[in-house]
Structures are given as structure tokens and as C-alpha cells.
């Protein structure tokens, strides 16, 4: 018996993601006794394997070879291995992979999924789980009573604990012939910094008034390291990028920092960014809703406000 993670790669390498499933996995393992096996797909080296027993992981196996960026190829491989390890629970990340591998190995394995998580199970004895319900507004507490149970777990919602130990890495041939899915070439994206992967994040809605103002957001960015996101209706009108959409209908996030200018905090983009752990809102209206979901409120015009945060920035670190 163990709690199996999918750890995803990118290039051969392991980000803050993989590490905190497997925090998050080692923890539920204690809660119920038993060890964690991580599960790898692709090539990667046996150094950076090491280093997800670093942070609790007992085994990890190594699916080598092109498994096509197939869903279904992943969630085969996951299910083969899930069954030969006799995990009863497994833990996937909430992003777009997870979404799409979590439904279908719940067929492939009769499991009750338990999606979104933020934190650990509340209870064991029955294994019970908490997620936010409708938009973030509410909480619920969800049985799984199946056998095998899946988890899904939101991005920087658990800390990363570093157990110092070692794993072995075993190597596991999957059967991959239902593969259907077949990929002639992969472009990615580069130079700017993936909205997934930031710790920090400055986002602009239509309270800029255009496209042409953008540059206030990017230079901020710029300055903080972070990422940039919009809302839907600045996505929808074109000012800005459809993958940068931020909120129920676009991309779920939770950096440590959120920076909402010129966004009056509707709650379809709020459902999006409300495990943040600090949003920071830039508003002229002092009534608008987002100020209600924020840790700090800024009154005022964003085209102001966030050229001088920006210099502000960089002279605290000029000196």
C-alpha cells in the first residue's frame, strides 16, 4: 500500500510543483500510515530524481521514452503503476495536466476524486476532504468512500518540507500502444515568465482604459520579477492574450503576491485568484468589490499609482 504523486517535468527538470506534491503526498501517507512513491514520465536524470526523496518520497519510478503529450498515455501509465504499487490514494496537481489525466484515471481505477485541495485531508476514518464550492464563496466537506481515492492538489497552496532522505528509482516499462495522439512539433513559449510558474503577479483589468496603457503593468512586472494576467473582458476585447486570462472561465492561480489594477473584483475573477496569499488592490471606484477580497487597498487612479510603486520599488533595491 502507498500514496503514489505524478511528478511532472519540464525538460528533464523538476519545478516548486513537483516538490510540493510530494510534501503534500508524504503528509497524507502519514496520516495513514504508509510510504510515497512518485511517479516520473519522460526522461529524466537519476540526480534530479534524487531529489524528490528529499522532500519525502520513498520510490520513485521512471517511465523513460516519447509518450506523445497524450493524456490518455499518462493516465494509462498512471493507472498501470497505481495498481502494481497498490496505492489507495494518489495525488495530482490541479492544473491543466491534472484536470485532464484526474477524470479519466478515476474511470480506470473506480476513485472518487477529490478536486482543488488546498489543504490536508480533514479527516481519514472516512477519508474526507475540504474544497472551496461556488466561486470560493463556500467551503465542503466531501466523503470519498472508495477504495482508491485521487487528489487534486492547487498550485503554492501547501508548503514545500524538506525531509532530507533518500529514494530508490526503479525504472517500469508501460504499455503505451493506446496511444492515439500523435505530436509532429512543440513550440514554447519563452522570454517572459508563465503565469503558473509565478510567484508574484501584476494583473490589469478594464479600469486601464486601453491596450496602449499596458506598459504600466509590464514595467511593474518587470521590476518584481513577476508575471502578468488580465481579466475576461480585457482578454475578450484583445488588449491582451487569452492565456493570460485570470479567473473561473481562465486560469487559476495562487502566487504568494497579486496585484489587481484597475479590476473591480467580480466574482467569476475572484473564484480565480482567491488563494493568493496577498492581493493587493488598485481601484479609483472606493465601493468596488475587490477591496472586500484583499489584504491591502490602494484608492486611486492605476496609471499613477503603478509607475510610482514601481520607482518606489526600485529604489529600495538601489539601496
Keep these: 500500500m502507498s500514496v503514489l504523486v505524478y511528478t511532472e517535468n519540464w525538460d528533464g527538470v523538476f519545478k516548486k510543483l513537483s516538490f510540493e506534491l510530494v510534501s503534500y503526498a508524504t503528509k497524507v501517507a502519514e496520516m495513514i500510515g504508509t510510504s510515497v512513491t512518485a511517479v516520473s514520465i519522460g526522461d529524466v536524470a537519476d540526480d534530479e530524481l534524487n531529489r524528490l526523496g528529499t522532500f519525502g518520497a520513498l520510490k520513485v519510478i521512471k517511465v523513460e521514452g516519447n509518450t506523445n503529450l497524450d493524456n490518455q498515455v499518462y493516465t494509462s501509465i ?15 496537481s490541479h492544473n491543466n495536466t491534472g484536470k485532464a489525466i484526474a477524470p479519466r484515471l478515476s474511470v480506470k481505477l473506480n476513485a472518487a476524486v ?24 463556500a467551503k465542503a466537506n466531501v466523503v470519498l468512500k472508495t477504495d482508491v481515492k485521487i487528489l487534486t492538489l492547487s498550485q503554492n497552496s501547501f508548503e514545500v518540507i524538506e525531509k532530507g532522505g533518500a529514494a530508490t528509482i526503479e525504472t517500469f516499462a508501460a504499455d503505451v500502444s493506446d496511444a492515439k495522439t500523435v505530436v509532429k512539433d512543440v513550440q514554447k513559449q519563452t522570454g517572459k515568465i508563465l503565469l503558473n510558474d509565478a510567484e508574484m503577479v501584476v494583473s490589469g483589468g478594464r479600469g486601464l482604459k486601453s491596450a496602449d496603457n499596458w506598459g504600466v503593468i509590464e514595467d511593474l512586472a518587470e521590476v518584481l520579477g513577476a508575471g502578468t494576467a488580465c481579466s475576461r473582458p480585457v482578454s475578450d476585447e484583445g488588449w491582451r492574450p487569452h492565456e493570460e486570462h485570470t479567473g473561473q472561465t481562465g486560469k487559476i492561480i495562487a502566487p504568494n503576491l497579486y496585484i489587481a489594477a484597475g479590476i473591480s473584483g467580480a466574482i467569476q475573477h475572484m473564484a480565480g485568484i482567491s488563494s493568493s496569499k496577498c492581493i493587493v488592490a488598485i481601484n479609483n471606484d472606493a465601493d468596488a468589490p475587490v477591496f472586500e477580497s484583499s489584504d491591502y487597498g ?7 499609482v503603478l509607475p510610482a510603486l514601481a520607482e518606489a520599488i526600485k529604489e529600495a533595491k538601489n539601496k
Design 78 to 92: 498512471l493507472a498501470e503503476v497505481a495498481k502494481a504499487e497498490d496505492a489507495k490514494v494518489v495525488v495530482i
Design 114 to 137: 477529490g478536486a482543488g485541495l488546498i489543504k490536508l485531508p480533514v479527516s481519514t476514518n472516512p477519508f474526507t476532504v475540504s474544497k472551496k464550492v461556488f466561486s470560493g464563496k
Design 298 to 304: 490602494i484608492v486611486g487612479d492605476a496609471m499613477k
